[in-house]
């Protein structure tokens, strides 16, 4: 059997704050988590240390942020303009939205095309947004919880009121606006609730599905499930093995509390109180559902099942469901353990078992630590997955998988469907300096932009060779104020982020040494 091939972006974002979906934490609080989405060839990672968002990969329609558009893959970490990692992005296969919670801020970039971006400009069009736009919830309702599906996008606001908009062609928004059709649904519409919910609290979107958790009038939180059934991820046989649409939200067959929920392409993985019982859903085609049931056909399973607990293994962590992989914590006396199963085409699961093959891998697989580092977290995206291992002060940074756009932010097999099953370093996410594709021919220092600036500004120069870099600035006097670059780096155009914040207005001077070459430039601080 062939996996299918869905025309995904493939996206790096760093930012902020732990609310997505599909991070899992094996404990503490990090300085830096990667993220990633499961319908979009996504991957996301949080570093407070530059206090910006950055990304990278697929570009065609803007995805990455960063003012331009790009055919060619994009392997090394760009800037997202004008955000700070206060910003918590949610990235879609070709759209992301970033949210501060408890704030009325959203914003969006990357295509329009169904109207996922909640505006009107370019809706039904491919025409790209590379910039962060601004928007808001009806009513300028406050956002306190933000996801992305595929074409899809949802918010949920502080009285627990779920809002959706984009496409709906399966009823994946919970509502019956634009339903059966490819049209642009760009105008935020509440989810009603159902039964005796008395509010929407978390939603976990899939490609064409989605799954809600309803807080009850009892105080127990159900899950409910909306879109497309074909392959049973809805949890329920109403109209499984089809494509009719089901817009209504009706409850999964899992009559316990759940807690936590991932949506994949086809399938769905549900944990309820205790985080003992792990129950799973959908298509089992390549073994994503981590158990034996129709694992290798393309029959649905809608009735949710229990997965076992590995050997040792007394609860779960969190899981994160790729496009047909999964991977997740195992707790055994309190250290958290990696497992992955499903699909490993493209190497996403971590290890050389099957890889570059279509085998289903239906049983969890203990990974191996990195380094004999700690885990801290995890992320999936369609093919590919990235986890950090070591601790929060010194987090190290790792993916696998797919490679195709550069979603592994390393050179590895970049923008080839060539497996990278080994675990190879992801980005540079310790350091300001970020590096484009290009090979200079010379040496050169741009001038600043922009320039004035407050407080940030960015700072590029080319280098033709490897080499030492010295890079600093001083003040009109020729005090040395800091030094943003001492070391080696590779040949190429870099960027270095300056944060000014604790300067005074004025002009300075910064300074690049580079093999024989020499040169300065005038920045003027405005505040």
């Not at 070709?94 to 370019?122: D, P």
């Not at 606006?177 to 509440?190: H, L, M």
């Not at 799973?280 to 056909?297: A, C, P």
């Not at 407080?455 to 120069?461: E, K, L």
Request: glycine fraction near 12%.
């Amino acid at each position: 059997m062939m996996q299918k091939n869905y025309s995904y972006s493939s996206v790096v974002l760093i930012v902020l704050f732990l609310t997505l979906t599909d991070i899992v934490l094996a404990g503490g609080g990090p300085s830096r988590i990667p993220v990633t989405r499961s319908n979009a060839n996504t991957s996301t990672i949080v570093d407070y240390t530059p206090q910006n968002i950055r990304s990278s990969g697929r570009n065609d329609l803007g995805q990455l942020g960063n003012g331009s558009t790009s055919s060619t893959p994009v392997g090394n970490l760009q800037t997202v303009i004008g955000l700070s990692s206060s910003y918590n992005p949610a990235p879609g296969a070709e759209h992301v939205i970033a949210y501060q919670s408890g704030t009325t801020a959203l914003y969006v970039w990357g295509c329009n095309k169904y109207g996922q971006l909640g505006r009107s400009e370019n809706a039904g069009t491919t025409t790209p947004h590379p910039t962060p736009i601004p928007i808001t919830l009806p009513g300028n309702k406050i956002v306190s919880y933000v996801a992305v599906g595929r074409y899809s996008s949802f918010a949920v606001d502080n009285e627990g009121i779920l809002w959706s908009w984009g496409y709906n062609k399966y009823g994946e928004l919970g509502h019956s606006q634009g339903v059966g059709t490819e049209n642009a649904n760009f105008t935020p519409t509440e989810v009603v609730v159902v039964d005796s919910v008395v509010k929407w609290t978390s939603v976990y979107p899939g490609a064409h599905h989605t799954i809600v958790i309803g807080q009850m009038q009892s105080g127990q939180s159900r899950a409910y499930s909306f879109g497309r059934n074909n392959m049973g991820q809805l949890g329920r046989t109403e109209n499984v093995g089809t494509d009719v649409p089901n817009p209504v939200p009706k409850l999964v067959n899992v009559n316990k509390t759940v807690t936590y929920a991932s949506a994949g392409f086809e399938f769905t993985l549900l944990i309820v109180t205790g985080a003992t019982e792990l129950y799973s859903f959908g298509s089992n085609q390549f073994g994503q559902l981590g158990r034996d049931e129709n694992s290798g056909t393309t029959t649905p399973n809608p009735t949710p099942s229990l997965v076992a607990l590995p050997s040792g293994i007394t609860s779960w962590g969190t899981l994160v469901a790729g496009g047909s992989h999964a991977l997740g914590f195992g707790y055994e006396s309190g250290t958290a353990k990696l497992y992955s199963w499903g699909s490993n085409q493209y190497g996403q699961l971590g290890s050389t078992t099957n890889s570059g093959t279509t085998i289903p891998n239906p049983l969890p697989k203990l990974i191996p630590l990195i380094n004999s580092e700690a885990w801290i977290s995890l992320a999936a995206g369609e093919n590919h997955s990235m986890v950090t291992s070591g601790d929060y002060a010194d987090p190290h940074f790792w993916a696998c998988g797919l490679n195709n756009w550069g979603q592994l932010a390393n050179q590895a097999n970049i923008g080839t469907m060539t497996p990278t099953p080994e675990w190879v370093v992801f980005g540079t996410p310790v350091s300001d300096v970020q590096q484009e594709t290009g090979l200079p021919s010379e040496y050169s220092l741009e001038q600043n932009y922009p320039n004035p600036f407050n407080p940030t500004t960015t700072i590029a120069f080319q280098i033709p060779e490897r080499g030492f870099v010295n890079l600093k600035v001083f003040d009109i006097a020729g005090n040395e104020v800091v030094t943003l670059v001492d070391r080696e780096l590779e040949t190429g155009r870099h960027e270095v982020k300056f944060n000014a914040g604790k300067l005074s207005s004025g002009v300075y001077v910064y300074r690049i040494e580079a093999g024989n070459y020499t040169s300065s430039k005038k920045l003027v601080l405005m505040k």
